[in-house]
């Protein structure tokens, strides 16, 4: 006779589930687990479920019984010790109903936020790292955060640094031991906008980490006329020097203004640190005569945030008529004389007086005197 078949076996009808109420917490924070137990999809009342928690090296940390409500929910809210270990905790829950048995657990995070702050050209920044391993000597130098994590051996450790966007234009670098992180997968770096996060995660022993942000700043620190006296319809050459304080070579324009009109322009290219001094020329053709203010702007860079230094207002000029090497207004016989002390003179000569090298060529001589006699007795 054919075996007779065996029913098929009774699916099992005691359930127990357990939640935490949030993922993460800090130290100290208040903590809740909760669930709910049912038999045959009803709730079981006023039971009794056995919890415990463990922390990231399995060692037990909170042991409990607790009992169902009328709705078969169970819940237990505490605060972990001050000196509790960062990392995983798993809570696991049990019990027995009707000669069943079921199990559940659940996991939560035990993490630090570690707050600090990056000044940079006077301007203060807050940088919070938030990370499952312990966190210590936090450090920020110029545009670099520097800190150590560490924690269970050969546990997976994450750490999270959210900081302004202000403090970036381009790249974000980030070492762990002196070695740069190439992704993918870490660093992962996103933006909401207004900050910047950046996640890592790696296998614990002691790190030192190392998070290097790339600022850009263009600074104009000097603008110096080749002389404070131009005659109307010469040139006069503009010196301006400026510094890359940024992370990255950059692309930027400088210009010039006398007053409020743009009187020259120029391209530059400065790699990081470095400083250069350019040379503009001022065409006085068709300028009134008058006074002028000399200022040098840079171009505002993108994601740039120190703008104070990218203009510099230093010097004036008169643009008067040629001969005037005074700037009073007036040829007269004592331009003439200051012309006749300076020949023969060029830049660095003990007798060198740049207003008095009238047709702007580089040299005081007998041109410069015969042009100031020729225009003796004008004025304006």
Not at 157 to 185: C, R
């Amino acid at each position: 006779m054919a075996a007779a078949t065996p029913p098929p076996l009774a699916s099992p009808t005691l359930n127990i589930i357990i939640f935490t109420d949030k993922p993460s917490y800090i130290v100290e924070e208040s903590i809740t687990v909760y669930g709910n137990l049912t038999y045959d999809g009803a709730p079981v009342q006023d039971w009794p479920i056995a919890l415990e928690i463990q922390d990231s090296y399995s060692t037990p940390v909170i042991t409990r019984t607790l009992k169902t409500d009328t709705n078969g929910v169970y819940n237990l809210t505490f605060k972990l010790p001050a000196n509790s270990k960062l990392g995983t905790y798993t809570v696991y829950v049990s019990t027995h109903y009707k000669g069943e048995t079921d199990t559940s657990n659940t996991s939560f995070e035990l993490i630090q936020i570690v707050q600090t702050t990056m000044t940079i050209e006077g301007k203060d920044y807050t940088i919070m790292i938030e990370s499952n391993a312990t966190i210590t000597n936090v450090t920020t130098a110029g545009n670099t955060l520097r800190f150590t994590s560490s924690g269970r051996l050969g546990h997976t450790a994450y750490v999270n640094v959210t900081s302004p966007v202000e403090l970036n234009k381009t790249e974000i670098k980030v070492s762990i031991d002196n070695v740069e992180l190439t992704p993918p997968p870490f660093p992962m770096i996103t933006s909401n906008g207004t900050h910047y996060f950046v996640y890592l995660e790696f296998i614990l022993s002691t790190h030192n980490i190392t998070i290097k942000y790339a600022i850009a700043d263009i600074a104009v620190t000097d603008v110096t006329p080749a002389k404070t006296v131009v005659g109307q319809g010469y040139t006069i050459r503009m010196n301006v020097t400026i510094k890359n304080q940024g992370d990255y070579e950059e692309n930027f324009n400088i210009t010039i203004y006398a007053n409020t009109t743009s009187i020259g322009s120029q391209s530059v290219t400065l790699p990081s640190g470095d400083s250069a001094t350019l040379t503009l020329t001022w065409n006085t053709t068709g300028v009134a005569k008058g006074n002028y203010t000399i200022a040098a702007e840079a171009t505002n860079l993108p994601g740039e945030t120190d703008l104070d230094d990218n203009t510099l207002t230093d010097g004036w000029v008169v643009v008067t008529i040629p001969g005037d090497i005074n700037g009073d207004g007036f040829v007269n016989v004592l331009d003439y004389v200051l012309v006749k002390k300076a020949i023969p003179s060029y830049p660095g000569h003990p007798k060198w007086n740049p207003n008095a090298d009238t047709n702007s060529d580089g040299f005081v001589n007998v041109k410069d005197m015969i042009l100031t006699k020729n225009n003796i007795g004008k004025s304006w």
